[in-house]
């Protein structure tokens, strides 16, 4: 199976790391989940009823997934292909510069510099726009400007759950964070599949096996076990995720108090975690919310994969409908 490929993965069994959470024991530090058929592992039955529910929510139809040009691909094993094609050299260099300088220290630092919010003063729509600007180094699949891809995943999320004008925005907002390219930061800081700094890569990291050589971490005993220096279980809120346009887009949204439900924040700030919601890695960082909130990020993650294709929107036509939910959500000029 490619890397671009969804997977289902097995969601059952006794707690592999047998955590003290899981078990009920603690001691005081997190109250431990109930009993979900005799057992209270957040890996069993508990995880089980909460991925069902999540899925029941979403009324997801099955294996279905946006239209797909077959100009673009005519199998799904077209998309995130880092075997081949005629962008591989530029996508191999930005994760090779990635994975050698996101370190714990590298993303403590840009937390640091960009937290304040004083880049600029915009709309989310002129967020939007400063995207025409862009086109992501770290994709394969296309090679036009990021803000086409932006109106394409809003509206095969529009298509798909007309009901919920929320996700719709989601769409739209999910790779704005890149607008920090445009302030001058480099690619590989910026763009790209994220995943946690301060322990060692997981098997399904692209490129993991050709492009961590130098990254100093790997070479610090605190950083450089499977679990480094997080705990099982502790939650990806408290993980740090390596520094990009996910990470600070959750921090824009919530930092100007956007009223959108809490599985839009999630999904922003995760997406490009594959990973995780693809790969089926890091599951020994994940608690019960985590796994609750995984079948919402893979139902985005078909709009936000599957919809590039080369037939570009309509931009003026859709941005009227798209204002309305600015509006709604995130009105007026935002601190970046």
């Given at each position: 199976m490619g890397p671009g490929l969804r997977m289902t993965l097995p969601l059952t069994g006794p707690c592999p790391a047998q955590d003290p959470r899981c078990l009920g024991t603690d001691?005081?530090?997190v109250e431990p989940a109930p009993?979900?058929?005799?057992?209270r592992c957040t890996h069993g039955g508990l995880r089980d009823r909460q991925m069902g529910e999540a899925?029941?929510?979403l009324d997801i139809p099955g294996q279905g997934r946006p239209d797909v040009d077959p100009q673009t691909a005519t199998e799904e094993g077209g998309f995130r292909n880092y075997t081949s094609g005629p962008l591989l050299d530029r996508v191999f260099a930005t994760y090779k510069l990635m994975h050698t300088h996101q370190t714990v220290d590298f993303v403590r630092r840009k937390h640091a510099q960009f937290?304040?919010?004083s880049y600029k003063k915009m709309t989310v729509l002129e967020a939007v726009d400063l995207l025409d600007e862009l086109v992501d180094e770290s994709d394969p699949d296309v090679d036009f400007p990021n803000s086409f891809h932006?109106?394409?995943t809003a509206e095969g999320i529009r298509k798909a759950h007309p009901d919920k004008d929320w996700f719709h925005l989601v769409g739209l907002l999910h790779d704005l964070g890149k607008i920090l390219v445009l302030s001058g930061e480099p690619q590989w800081a910026v763009v790209g599949d994220t995943f946690p700094v301060g322990c060692r890569p997981q098997p399904s990291v692209v490129f993991r096996d050709s492009t961590f050589q130098a990254n100093p971490d790997l070479q610090d005993p605190r950083y450089s076990t499977e679990l480094g220096m997080y705990?099982?279980?502790c939650g990806l809120e408290n993980v740090l995720m390596s520094w990009g346009h996910d990470e600070y887009m959750y921090q824009v949204m919530k930092f100007n108090k956007f009223s959108l439900p809490p599985e839009a924040f999630f999904m922003v700030r995760f997406h490009s975690f594959y990973p995780w919601h693809t790969g089926g890695d890091y599951r020994q960082l994940c608690d019960q919310r985590d796994l609750a909130m995984l079948p919402w990020v893979q139902e985005f993650n078909k709009f936000d994969l599957y919809t590039k294709c080369p037939n570009l929107p309509d931009v003026e036509k859709l941005r009227?409908?798209?204002q309305g939910l600015v509006d709604k959500y995130c009105p007026g000029i935002l601190s970046w």
């Open positions: 001691e005081g530090e009993p979900v058929g005799g057992s899925k029941k929510a937290g304040g919010f932006a109106f394409q705990r099982p279980h009227p409908y798209y």
